[in-house]
Each structure stands twice: as structure tokens, then as C-alpha cells.
């Protein structure tokens, strides 16, 4: 049963891509969750894939009724289960002196049962990097803020009386009276004849 857990595990930690990146630091001890989404988990198998190896190794098993079974030659004083059933089910795994060949991938599978209908649910896991640090952020570069053109005034006085109210009008009239004399003189510049 735990080997169909583990290649299941491993198809899912393929395209596990909302895991939590943590950086304790050396020695610190780090607590990871595992949250029920239905009511219904009756146990945990908590897993881990180191980074110095890809195989999948097993770490411990706990269950509802706080019954722990430890995998081969992991340390029950290091690696610590509980069990709180408050307004949803979190099993949680507690590792102490985290060394550098801690550094891996840590997930659980829950094991679900409603009535007959068993289910095993994959939570998004953990990638644990102990002794080293989160990659820092590229400054922010700020861009100008887009400001709109803002009208100048022009420098130009025009001659004392003559205000641009004034002036334009009396431009417009003046063509009107140029165009209408023109359009006269040209009519009575034609010759007529008389029949």
C-alpha cells in the first residue's frame, strides 16, 4: 500500500507547482501543515524527496486517534506529528536541527473516508532550503508618471486697443466686404448685349 502511495506521491510532485518555499536557518526547527479540506481525514503519511537524492522516502504515519508509525531509520526526536481537530482537521509534522542535507521537497497524503467512498487528497507540499537565503527582488524600477502637455501662453503682446476679440472679427468682415466687392465688379465688367 505504501508503494502505490509513493509512485502516486511521485506523479504528483511532478506537477506540484503551489508548494511553499521555506529557508529556516541552520539548526532552527521548522513545523509544516497539512490541512483536511472535508472533515473526513482519518490519517496522514507524511513524505519527503531530499535534494541530494530523488527517491522518495517515507517519513511517518499518523492517524486520527494519534497512532504514529516512524519509516526506516527516522528519528521519532526529530521528526514530531500532531494531530488538531479544532474547526478543521490539521495534521502537522515538527522537524527539529535541520541540517543542510535536510534541504528537499516534504508533502503529506491524507487518506479520506466518507461513508464507503475512499479517497487520498494531495496538498500543495513544502521545499525546504535550510542555511540559505530567499533570492532578493530586482529594484523596482518607477517609471515617469505620463504628464500632459500644459498650454503655454504665448509671448506675444498684441498692439494696446487691439485685443484678439476685436481683431478677428473685424478680419472676418473685411473678407466678406473683399469677396462681395469683387463678385461685383466682375458682374458689371461683363459686356451686355441687347436684343
Known sequence: MIHTHLWTFMCLWTIASTMTILYPSIGSSETLNC?????????????????????????????????????PGISATRFKTNTDERSEITYSLRITGLQKDDAGFYSCLLNSQKQR???????PGYYLRPGEH?????????????????????????????????????VGVLLALAVALISTLYYFSSEYTCK
Open 35 to 71: 490541512k483536511c479540506p472535508d472533515h473526513q481525514c482519518q490519517r496522514v503519511f507524511w513524505y519527503r524527496i531530499l535534494h541530494s537524492n530523488d527517491t522518495p522516502q517515507f517519513l511517518v504515519f499518523c492517524n486520527s486517534a494519534n497512532t504514529v508509525s516512524y519509516g
Open 117 to 123: 467512498d475512499f479517497k487520498e487528497l494531495f496538498p
Open 134 to 170: 530567499p533570492p532578493t527582488l530586482a529594484p523596482t524600477v518607477k517609471t515617469p508618471k505620463p504628464t500632459k502637455p500644459r498650454l503655454c501662453r504665448s509671448n506675444y503682446q498684441p498692439p494696446k486697443g487691439c485685443k484678439p476679440l476685436v481683431l478677428w472679427p473685424s
